[in-house]
């Protein structure tokens, strides 16, 4: 059961030692969308834009990295499976154990350590010499990728009040996946080896701008609850309504990584297979994607402030997704360029990722907000194993467009069914408890 405990008061009630203070929470409107400039929004933007950086610079520098260790032909996409994979489920792994942490000992501690152990893993994977070390790094840099956004989000959500919620992780998200953008000018510009050590000094130059972060007063309130348990994973499967919970704020996610793990990744494939006039690269198909999914976020984000709902806005992005599906596999043979506007457009449609990960965050009490928030998109980002393991199946008795329709259909239908089942947060007050049974 839910118990809708009060924590504490709400950060403008609450007095604080000055040492710990972050801002007092405004009262009125104009107040609190000045909030949503505040440092620790900002900090979170800005992780999250490293985060993405090298979440994607993978699927951008993965035919030169692997035609490097003398890979060819088909091998290129069975061993480029084998990496996202080994990456993904780093981020499986790596959800669990930051999103624990996060409520055990702050979302802050988790930002830092998930930041610093995917920079070191980008600075050797700049040095990698053979395949087997190269999936082995990927696995560890996925665990470090894991924690940044969930503990943004949280961090985000608990700090600025209801009303504005929406859009300060409008802001995080639409900055963040910006750096998808910086990956493909980097990867272009430099060899995808000193393209990864770059993302690696990017990391550690962003601990810097956290030292003058502190926790929400939400989660420091918690801590000095010495009944309240946090972070327990197994409570999100020990009560049936908890655990539908969490499964549909998952599936609501998985289309857009169904968009990004296979059509975007191996965007070079499907182009030449529907017959694309001119060459395709992953690197730029990316790069459009994630364009679109700038203005995407911000635009589902706003949108959700405009309609005050989380779950219309997600609805219709939705909506967009399976049209731009449907436009990518039925363009025929068009130019490079129109190819390019229908992953812009998919981006664009995938816009509803901040949305999907604050409905995740808003759907459960302060002592379980950090380990959903958390492990919710890094288990979604995940369902790219089975998925891209279920496509590599389907090749070999169907067609490579047939293969991803079948599995983008399944992705769709499981999505809307579980958006039904979800509770409408943008007006819920998150102050407040899971209590176990």
Same mark, same amino acid.
């Given at each position: 059961m839910i118990s809708h405990n009060r924590l504490h008061q709400p950060d403008s009630q609450r007095s604080f030692p000055p040492q710990k203070k972050?801002?007092?929470?405004?009262?009125?409107?104009?107040?609190?969308?000045?909030?949503? #400039?505040?440092?620790?929004? $900002?900090?979170?933007?800005l992780g999250y834009f490293v985060d993405i950086y090298d979440l994607v610079l993978f699927s951008i520098v993965r035919v030169p990295s692997l035609k490097s260790f003398g890979l060819a032909g088909p091998e290129l996409i069975s061993s480029g499976v084998f990496?996202?994979?080994?990456?993904? /489920?780093?981020?499986?792994?790596?959800? $669990? $154990?930051?999103?624990?942490?996060?409520?055990? %000992?702050?979302?802050?501690?988790?930002? #830092?350590?998930? $930041?610093?152990?995917?920079?070191?893993?980008?600075? /050797?994977?700049?040095?990698?010499?053979?395949?087997?070390?190269?999936?082995?790094?990927?696995?560890?840099?996925?665990?470090?990728?894991?924690?940044?956004?969930?503990a943004g989000i949280t961090l985000v959500s608990e700090v600025l009040h209801q009303s504005v919620r929406g859009y300060g992780t409008m802001l995080v998200a639409s900055v963040g996946v910006s750096g998808a953008i910086l990956a493909n000018l980097v990867a272009t510009a430099f060899?995808?080896? %000193?393209?990864?050590?770059?993302?690696?000094?990017?990391?550690?130059? @962003?601990?810097?701008?956290?030292?003058?972060?502190?926790?929400?007063?939400?989660?420091?309130?918690? *801590?000095?609850?010495?009944?309240?348990?946090?972070?327990?994973?197994?409570?999100?499967?020990s009560d049936r309504q908890r655990f539908i919970r969490y499964l549909n704020s998952i599936l609501i996610g998985v289309p857009i990584w169904f968009?990004?793990?296979?059509?975007?990744?191996?965007?070079?494939?499907?182009?030449?297979?529907?017959? !694309?006039?001119?060459?395709?690269?992953?690197?730029?198909?990316?790069?459009?994607?994630?364009?679109?999914?700038?203005?995407?976020?911000?635009?589902?984000?706003?949108?959700?402030?405009?309609?005050k709902s989380r779950k219309k806005v997600v609805f219709i992005f939705m909506l967009l997704t399976m049209a731009g599906i449907g436009l990518y596999f039925l363009q025929g043979s068009r130019s490079p360029a129109f190819?390019?506007?229908?992953?812009?457009?998919?981006?664009?449609?995938?816009?509803?990722?901040?949305?999907?990960v604050t409905v995740a965050a808003e759907q459960f009490g302060t002592n379980l907000r950090a380990t959903v928030a958390t492990t919710v998109p890094n288990f979604v980002r995940g369902m790219v194993?089975?998925?891209?393991?279920?496509?590599? @199946?389907?090749?070999?008795?169907?067609?490579? *467009?047939?293969?991803?329709?079948? !599995?983008?259909?399944?992705?769709?239908?499981?999505?809307?069914?579980?958006?039904? %089942?979800?509770? *409408?947060?943008?007006?819920?007050d998150l102050d407040y408890f899971e209590e176990y049974l």
């Open positions: 972050i801002h007092t929470m405004p009262t009125d409107h104009t107040a609190n969308l000045r909030q949503v #400039f505040s440092l620790p929004v $900002i900090v979170a933007a990496l996202l994979n080994m990456q993904m /489920a780093g981020m499986l792994i790596g959800g $669990i $154990i930051w999103g624990v942490l996060g409520d055990r %000992k702050g979302r802050l501690k988790i930002m #830092f350590a998930s $930041i610093f152990l995917y920079s070191i893993a980008n600075f /050797a994977n700049g040095m990698v010499c053979s395949l087997p070390a190269y999936a082995a790094l990927r696995f560890i840099a996925g665990i470090g990728l894991a924690g940044e956004l969930g060899d995808w080896r %000193k393209a990864f050590l770059i993302g690696g000094i990017l990391g550690l130059l @962003l601990l810097i701008t956290r030292i003058k972060v502190a926790d929400s007063g939400m989660f420091r309130a918690m *801590e000095e609850k010495e009944n309240v348990s946090r972070g327990n994973f197994l409570a999100l499967f968009v990004v793990g296979i059509l975007i990744t191996f965007s070079p494939e499907f182009a030449k297979s529907l017959g !694309i006039s001119g060459p395709v690269t992953a690197g730029n198909a990316v790069m459009l994607c994630y364009l679109g999914l700038i203005f995407g976020d911000f635009s589902s984000g706003l949108l959700s402030q405009v309609l190819f390019y506007g229908v992953c812009c457009f998919l981006g664009f449609a995938g816009g509803y990722w901040a949305i999907f194993v089975p998925i891209t393991t279920i496509f590599q @199946l389907c090749r070999s008795y169907f067609s490579l *467009e047939t293969s991803a329709l079948l !599995i983008g259909g399944v992705c769709m239908a499981v999505a809307l069914l579980a958006l039904t %089942k979800l509770e *409408e947060t943008f007006h819920k």
